[in-house]
């Protein structure tokens, strides 16, 4: 028997939920894309053929990749780390005008490498920002649930001026609706302005119109690194430098001088419950709870953050605050791999106290709650769309009751050598491991 995304079932000798905790065997059912069924049992049901049992392997909901540019795939290992945004970003426009620097095709040969590796690695859901739409049609053919964000940039008032016949021309890209569906393969579509270092007020101010009118969700990057708050705040920096040398802009003049980024996206109404607020990796005093009371989930990306040398991530002030933070992995741009799992790692090396429950919400993005659009989502319940992953575990956990933990299981989960064998994106099998037997 064959298993399908639209339909299935079958058992697991352990299960792991973010909100269950974890399971000494679970079994789960599901037709057109939702779960309709799912039971804990130490045993797998008499009539469950022994192809569908999974008695080595750990169940956990799919999980999410709630920040990635998947364009920037060819770029891993080729921009400087550790050296900040600065030099970095000048690094990246060198690279981009230099001959062949991002050819299409073989930009489109790094994504689907890309996307191959956020599948081995249980993703099942991804949401990516579209800055050239390479990685398009392998993300519609992958079978992952996923929005794609287009980047919207226009640092002048004329540019944001020009935004209808921008929109003309990207008309077949906003023509699938904004809201779809949670299943996998089904791809819905946002806008990215990219963050109030390269998008004017006034084009804040669009960009928060037109997602309210359409009913579209948006992303942006916030309060990122030191070079932008240097800019933002007094008009001059490493960001003003690059822009007057790269294309002439005088950058600081067409933004104005003054708010920060958070207080930017907030006057022009775009904090709320359908944006992702990208990195906020330094919130000035104050918008840590200004984030949480908006609604606004924050998108961390530790291993990004790394990467940069930025100063440490304010995880606590938000979590005090309240918000609702998720986990991404920004590209292979400012990144080795695009791993939630390892992104999980860096997050539970940080966040001392947290249950281990709480760094899955992360990974699955059960931790965005309830609230449409972005919540509903990372969980192994009845009724949730059916997004799994089976993990072959490497450390066999206690077999009884009394001795298995959610600890004992997230401590296997995270090790790296654990392999995700199957997921409701390719069920019959991932890469080398197509053919691996499931009997218990």
Same mark, same amino acid.
């Given at each position: 028997?064959?298993?399908?995304?639209?339909?299935?079932?079958?058992?697991?000798?352990?299960?792991?939920?973010?909100?269950?905790? =974890?399971?000494?065997?679970?079994?789960?059912?599901?037709?057109?894309?939702?779960?309709?069924?799912?039971?804990?049992?130490?045993?797998?049901?008499?009539?469950?053929?022994?192809?569908?049992?999974?008695?080595?392997?750990?169940?956990?909901?799919? %999980?999410?990749?709630?920040?990635?540019?998947?364009?920037?795939?060819?770029?891993?290992?080729?921009?400087?780390?550790?050296?900040?945004?600065?030099?970095?970003?000048?690094?990246?426009?060198?690279?981009?005008?230099?001959?062949?620097?991002?050819? *299409?095709?073989?930009?489109?040969?790094?994504?689907?490498?890309?996307?191959?590796?956020?599948?081995?690695?249980?993703?099942?859901?991804?949401?990516?920002?579209?800055?050239?739409?390479? !990685?398009?049609?392998?993300? $519609?053919?992958? &079978?992952?649930?996923?929005?794609?964000?287009?980047?919207?940039?226009?640092?002048?008032?004329?540019?944001?001026?020009?935004?209808?016949?921008?929109?003309?021309?990207?008309?077949?890209?906003?023509?699938?609706?904004?809201?779809?569906?949670?299943?996998?393969? !089904?791809?819905?579509?946002?806008?990215?302005?990219?963050? *109030?270092?390269?998008?004017?007020?006034?084009?804040?101010?669009? =960009?928060?119109?037109? !997602? $309210?009118?359409?009913?579209?969700?948006?992303?942006?990057?916030?309060?990122?690194?030191?070079?932008?708050?240097?800019?933002?705040?007094?008009?001059?920096?490493?960001?003003?430098?690059?822009?007057?040398?790269?294309?002439?802009?005088?950058?600081?003049?067409?933004?104005?001088?003054?708010?920060?980024?958070?207080?930017?996206?907030?006057? =022009?109404?775009? %904090?709320?419950?359908?944006?992702?607020?990208?990195?906020?990796?330094?919130?000035?005093? &104050?918008?840590?709870?200004?984030?949480?009371?908006?609604?606004?989930?924050?998108?961390?990306?530790?291993?990004?953050?790394?990467?940069?040398?930025?100063?440490?991530?304010?995880?606590?002030?938000?979590?005090?605050? /309240?918000?609702?933070?998720? %986990?991404?992995?920004?590209?292979?741009?400012?990144?080795?791999?695009?791993?939630?799992? !390892?992104?999980?790692?860096?997050?539970?090396?940080?966040?001392? &106290?947290?249950?281990?429950?709480?760094?899955?919400?992360?990974?699955?993005?059960?931790?965005?709650?309830?609230?449409?659009?972005?919540?509903?989502?990372?969980?192994?319940?009845?009724?949730? *769309?059916?997004?799994?992953?089976?993990?072959?575990?490497?450390?066999?956990?206690?077999?009884?009751?009394?001795?298995?933990?959610?600890?004992? %299981?997230?401590?296997?989960?995270?090790?790296?050598?654990?392999?995700?064998?199957?997921?409701?994106?390719?069920?019959? &099998?991932?890469?080398?491991?197509?053919?691996? /037997?499931?009997?218990?």
């Amino acid at each position: 028997m064959r298993l399908t995304p639209r339909e299935g079932r079958l058992w697991a000798r352990w299960g792991l939920d973010p909100a269950a905790g =974890a399971r000494d065997g679970i079994e789960i059912e599901w037709a057109d894309g939702r779960f309709t069924r799912v039971h804990p049992t130490g045993r797998p049901p008499r009539d469950l053929p022994p192809e569908l049992r999974f008695g080595d392997h750990l169940l956990t909901p799919g %999980l999410l990749n709630a920040h990635v540019h998947l364009d920037y795939s060819l770029l891993r290992g080729r921009l400087p780390r550790g050296r900040g945004f600065g030099p970095w970003l000048r690094a990246m426009i060198e690279l981009r005008r230099a001959p062949g620097g991002l050819d *299409p095709a073989s930009a489109r040969s790094a994504v689907t490498r890309a996307v191959d590796e956020l599948i081995e690695d249980g993703v099942t859901e991804v949401w990516d920002v579209s800055s050239y739409g390479w !990685a398009s049609e392998t993300l $519609r053919a992958s &079978g992952l649930a996923s929005t794609e964000f287009i980047e919207w940039l226009v640092p002048t008032a004329e540019q944001a001026g020009a935004w209808e016949s921008w929109l003309a021309s990207h008309e077949e890209f906003f023509s699938v609706a904004g809201a779809g569906s949670d299943e996998a393969g !089904a791809m819905k579509h946002g806008l990215s302005p990219h963050s *109030p270092y390269t998008v004017c007020q006034a084009g804040l101010d669009q =960009a928060a119109r037109w !997602a $309210r009118q359409t009913d579209r969700p948006l992303t942006i990057h916030l309060a990122e690194s030191p070079e932008e708050r240097e800019l933002l705040r007094e008009g001059r920096g490493e960001l003003q430098a690059i822009h007057e040398q790269a294309i002439g802009l005088d950058l600081a003049s067409a933004l104005g001088v003054g708010p920060s980024s958070i207080e930017r996206a907030a006057s =022009a109404g775009l %904090l709320g419950q359908a944006t992702l607020a990208i990195h906020c990796n330094l919130p000035e005093p &104050g918008e840590a709870q200004l984030l949480a009371e908006s609604g606004a989930p924050v998108v961390f990306c530790p291993l990004s953050h790394r990467f940069f040398g930025y100063p440490p991530y304010p995880l606590e002030a938000y979590r005090r605050a /309240g918000a609702r933070l998720t %986990l991404g992995t920004d590209s292979l741009a400012s990144n080795d791999r695009l791993s939630i799992r !390892a992104e999980a790692r860096a997050l539970a090396q940080q966040a001392t &106290g947290w249950a281990p429950t709480q760094i899955l919400a992360c990974a699955t993005g059960a931790s965005l709650g309830e609230i449409a659009p972005f919540g509903g989502r990372g969980r192994l319940a009845s009724g949730r *769309p059916a997004q799994w992953a089976l993990w072959r575990l490497n450390q066999t956990p206690p077999p009884s009751r009394e001795g298995l933990t959610a600890e004992s %299981l997230m401590m296997d989960w995270m090790r790296d050598e654990t392999r995700c064998e199957r997921s409701s994106t390719r069920p019959n &099998g991932i890469g080398a491991t197509a053919d691996a /037997g499931g009997i218990g």
